[in-house]
């Protein structure tokens, strides 16, 4: 083991005098800011109960715009205003002073509305949001009023609750996120570090060292394994800072360092397989792209996994998961040491 | 073929091999150290000379380039066959072994109907008989479970006869949200089986997008007032048969291209619940599958550039007789045709149009251009990989973040990605939008080819230093003399463009007291640092002397050149960038476009640009620590004069 140790640690004093390793950190922050960015900003754009208040209000008009009225004075985060006329509110519109314009007209026992929404306006998606979501309030009223005509009874809805939009993104985008990014990129050092002492020829170098071929390679797989539940314990602790609360977290880093184990073992198995850069590294990214991908169509899958663990809703299905990942790992890293055992370091050339 | 064009003129003026006789480049290789010395002692006292050269160029021309055209083409062979030869039949397998194991992983969640990423996450504690054991069943997020459970510990929401109870946490009010919208859906679908279409579907919707500056009645539409809702009917009855997968569904599946596409996106009628937003999801999605394939290539791409590096190994083809810009495009022209290629075939299945492909071009080239430099900086592959998704990270959000309000605001056309939302939309792009989408990108592309080519020699190949130092002796290669200070400004502008439009595109939907002063500040740190970097770089290496006198030279040239570069930006008037209001018009009006009535202002962007280049330069020419000194004064006066500029304006 202490071999073992002293080649970990010298690939994590290349890592850290290049500095990369702060570089990944940055990346993978900034690539959890983009992912928020995107989500906080579409959600804003659609979320009913944003800055409700300080909006113009919509208007109706219409023969039966008394019925609409009446719902849409229940919606919290809009505001009515009645026209007599469709050319009154078409007025108020082009000034600007009515969001949307509803036309509302009885006909043939229905009730048929004309919305109108600005184009080409920021806040338009979020208009029509308010709108539809209204005009379903309104449509749920209608249908309670003709019930006696309808073979089955609509349920009743559960109470409308204010709920963050994010809390759901959190745990099962943002939290699996920061979690598997450190292990893809741990992956990837594996196969640099292999691939470069190739090419460069100093594994020749290193093996005059009283060293075998396979201490070389747990050493390398021990650094970089090592890195991704360290960085997951990081981002795991920021959240917490950030009063996100992670549920098991102990489960969450053995779930992290299993995968980082098996794909890490996986990156080293393709580089000692095919020994130069650019193919090893376009295998071990499709390879990594695939299986991640069309995991989580599978159940147990680790996005998943670590959501239901984060966001405590864990069932023995998942531990289940977890052992299976653990039990993966070991079998990677058995194949590898097989397969280092196999091959001939003189015939690592590219 | 535009990348081997575009690489003829700008070097053979640039590059200070290049205006050399094919025929003696072979000693480029050896004699390169002394470059630098001999090229600022004979440049600059013999100008005339410099005119019988060009003369005597442009008669070799069409000789030089076949020369060339020969070279590159050449390289681009070797390249081929050596990246067909490196997938030897070990690589072959495993790369049908993983494709076998994806095709096998697909066919199995294919088989189970695949999970969602949120299955399972909210508990819903629900007896077996109750009527909203159903709505929870058909929800992939919420999974039911027997009633007793304790709330807040084994579930989240309790449905009992007479009601619901949500724990008391943040997951609580979330699961029964969720199941809120679950019974929403339930209910819908219900009422899409019942016979009486009237009683189910009461309300009939249509929706209309109107200018705001010349609205039309919203009766009297294109079709008439009872046409429109004619198809309405059998809008809403269709809806309630597909409300499963309809509207609230999780990820919709893409729906791309439905006919009748207006700008704007379609004019929904139907049931209330068939109201979409205008947002282009769907087109979105399929515009970043664009992006995806690029990296992958720009991984192999960097490999094979910085293999050139490894062990000397690029040496042969230095001192062979080729131009390094030859090389550089020799190597890079497969890997473009191969992004090209991919990029046909994803508009292909997706269904875009030669205008997808054109505006997926200059990304490939970015892309391509990024991680050349950086494999031409990185010491090992280790710091590549960093290099390249880091890389990529940002060119994705550069693409996509201006992309996500294509329907908005033009600001979104910054993004080449732009163009293609709106062509997979079916939306006709005007020449015009595609110049100003794409030219941005085309010239960083090529700078940062120039620029990776200026340090393709042995001195900066071989050595080892970090990729900070590596991009100051990079900017350094470009300088010769005191007026090239100027053009290395000017040649700043594109980044400088794209800079600044990614800032505005981020900040335009914050609120106006916090968005202007930042983009006020984020203007003028900028500019500053695209003036004065490359005055440090020349500094750094000793290029220029450290008399005052020369750093207030310099400064005024940087600030003249790059004056000059940005009156180019003047294009974004054309598309009306300057019109978002107020941040477009502070980002533009602050370097005078847009502002003709007042001629002083005209002349004021130059005497600023100079006296805070001015600034910066004399802090660059006493060290690291005082150039950052110089370039903070500089920033504290660039922002000064922009918030006069926008007060000014009012």
């Known amino acids: 083991m202490g071999k073992r140790a002293v080649l970990a640690r010298r690939e994590l004093r290349v890592l850290s005098a290049e500095k990369t390793i702060l570089l990944a950190l940055a990346i993978q922050l900034f690539i959890a800011a983009f992912s928020s960015f995107l989500v906080v900003g579409l959600v804003s754009v659609y979320n009913p109960g944003t800055e409700a208040a300080v909006l113009e209000p919509v208007g109706v008009t219409g023969n039966a715009s008394d019925d609409l009225l009446e719902t849409l004075d229940e919606r919290p985060g809009l505001r009515a205003r009645e026209f007599a006329t469709e050319e009154a509110a078409m007025e108020e519109f082009a000034e600007g002073r009515v969001r949307a314009v509803l036309v509302s007209e009885h006909r043939d026992d229905r009730i048929f509305v004309t919305a109108l929404a600005p184009e080409s306006e920021l806040r338009t998606t979020l208009t029509v949001v308010q709108v539809r979501e209204a005009l379903r309030a309104y449509e749920r009223d209608q249908r309670g009023e003709r019930l006696a005509f309808l073979d089955a009874r609509p349920l009743d809805l559960p109470p409308q609750v204010e709920s963050s939009p994010y809390y759901g993104f959190t745990y099962t985008v943002l939290v699996p996120l920061l979690l598997f990014l450190p292990v893809f990129i741990s992956g990837s050092i594996a196969v640099d570090s292999l691939t470069e002492e190739i090419e460069r020829g100093t594994l020749e170098l290193i093996r005059v060292a009283p060293v075998s071929m396979s201490e070389i390679v747990d050493g390398k797989l021990l650094a970089a394994a090592g890195l991704a539940p360290a960085q997951a314990a990081i981002w795991l602790g920021l959240l917490s800072l950030n009063g996100t609360r992670v549920a098991r977290p102990v489960l969450l880093l053995a779930t992290v360092a299993a995968l980082a184990l098996a794909i890490t073992g996986m990156g080293a198995g393709v580089a000692l397989l095919s020994p130069d850069r650019r193919s090893a590294q376009f295998l071990y990214s499709l390879g990594v792209l695939l299986l991640f991908g069309g995991a989580t169509l599978l159940p147990g899958d680790p996005a998943n996994t670590v959501a239901l663990l984060a966001v405590d809703s864990a069932t023995t299905g998942t531990y289940l998961a977890v052992g299976a990942y653990v039990a993966a790992a070991v079998g990677v890293y058995v194949g590898v040491r097989r397969l280092v055992d196999r091959i001939d370091p003189e015939e690592l050339e590219v | ?650």
């Open chain 2, 1 to 650: 073929m535009t990348r081997r064009e575009g690489n003829e003129d700008p070097d053979s003026r640039s590059d200070p091999n290049a205006d050399r006789d094919p025929g003696s480049a072979a000693d480029a290789g050896s004699d390169t150290d002394h470059d630098h010395d001999g090229d600022r002692g004979d440049r600059s006292p013999v100008r005339s000379g410099r005119l019988a050269r060009a003369v005597a160029g442009l008669r070799r021309l069409p000789g030089v380039v076949r020369i060339r055209a020969g070279a590159v083409a050449r390289i681009t062979r070797w390249e081929v066959t050596r990246g067909v030869g490196s997938v030897d039949r070990r690589t072959a397998v495993l790369g049908v072994v993983a494709l076998l194991l994806a095709s096998s992983v697909a066919f199995v969640a294919a088989a189970s109907g695949g999970v969602a990423l949120d299955t399972g996450v909210y508990r819903v504690g629900v007896p077996q008989d109750s009527p909203y054991r159903e709505p929870i069943d058909e929800t992939p997020s919420l999974v039911a479970r027997p009633p007793s459970g304790e709330l807040g510990e084994e579930i989240d929401v309790r449905v009992t006869a007479d009601g619901f109870a949500a724990a008391d946490a943040r997951k609580g009010q979330a699961a029964l949200s969720a199941l809120r919208n679950a019974v929403r859906r339930h209910n819908d679908r219900v009422m899409g089986t019942e016979d009486n279409r009237t009683a189910a579907f009461p309300v009939l919707v249509r929706l209309r997008y109107a200018d705001r500056a010349d609205p039309t009645l919203p009766s009297r539409g294109t079709n008439g007032s009872d046409g429109g809702f004619a198809a309405a009917g059998g809008g809403a009855d269709g809806a309630g048969g597909a409300g499963g997968a309809g509207s609230d569904g999780p990820l919709p599946v893409p729906n791309v291209g439905g006919g009748g596409a207006g700008f704007f996106g379609q004019e929904a009628t139907g049931s209330p619940a068939n109201i979409r937003p205008p947002f282009p999801f769907a087109s979105l999605v399929l515009a970043f599958l664009f992006l995806v394939p690029m990296n992958f290539v720009i991984q192999a791409y960097g490999s094979t550039i910085l293999n050139e590096r490894v062990n000397r190994r690029g040496q042969l083809l230095l001192v062979a007789p080729i131009q390094p810009g030859d090389i550089v495009a020799g190597k890079t022209l497969p890997y473009l045709a191969a992004m090209i290629a991919v990029t046909a075939a994803i508009a292909l299945a997706v269904g875009g149009g030669v205008v997808a492909v054109a505006a997926v071009v200059p990304l490939s080239l970015l892309f391509l251009a990024s991680t050349f430099v950086g494999a031409m900086f990185a010491r090992s592959f280790k710091e590549l990989t960093f290099v390249t998704v880091a890389v990529s990270t940002f060119l994705t959000t550069y693409a996509f973040v201006p992309a996500v309000f294509t329907d908005v605001t033009p600001i979104a056309l910054i993004s080449p990605l732009t163009l293609v939302v709106r062509d997979l939309k079916d939306v006709p792009i005007e020449p015009l939008q595609y110049a100003f989408s794409t030219g941005p990108v085309y010239l960083c592309a090529g700078v940062l080819f120039l620029l990776g080519a200026g340090v393709y020699r042995e001195e900066d190949m071989f050595t080892q230093r970090p990729v900070p130092l590596k991009f100051l002796d990079a900017l350094d290669a470009r300088l010769s003399g005191r007026w090239s200070v100027a053009f290395v400004s000017a040649l700043s502008i594109p980044f400088v463009f794209v800079a600044e439009a990614l800032a505005l595109a981020t900040l335009f939907a914050l609120p106006i007291g916090v968005s202007l002063p930042a983009m006020l500040v984020l203007i003028a740190a900028i500019e500053e640092l695209a003036k004065s970097l490359h005055v440090y770089a020349g500094y750094a290496n000793a290029r220029f002397g450290t008399g005052i006198r020369t750093a207030l030279v310099l400064g005024s040239l940087s600030g003249l050149g790059f004056f000059v570069g940005e009156k180019a930006t003047a294009v974004a008037q054309l598309v009306g960038l300057q019109n978002v209001e107020p941040l477009g018009r502070a980002t533009f009006a602050t370097a005078g476009i847009g502002v003709v009535e007042a001629a002083g202002l005209l002349i004021a962007p130059l005497a600023l640009h100079a006296v805070t280049a001015g600034l910066s330069a004399l802090g660059a020419r006493k060290g690291s620590r005082w150039y950052l000194t110089g370039l903070v004064a500089a920033v504290a006066v660039h922002t000064a004069y922009n918030a006069a500029v926008v007060v000014a304006l009012g």
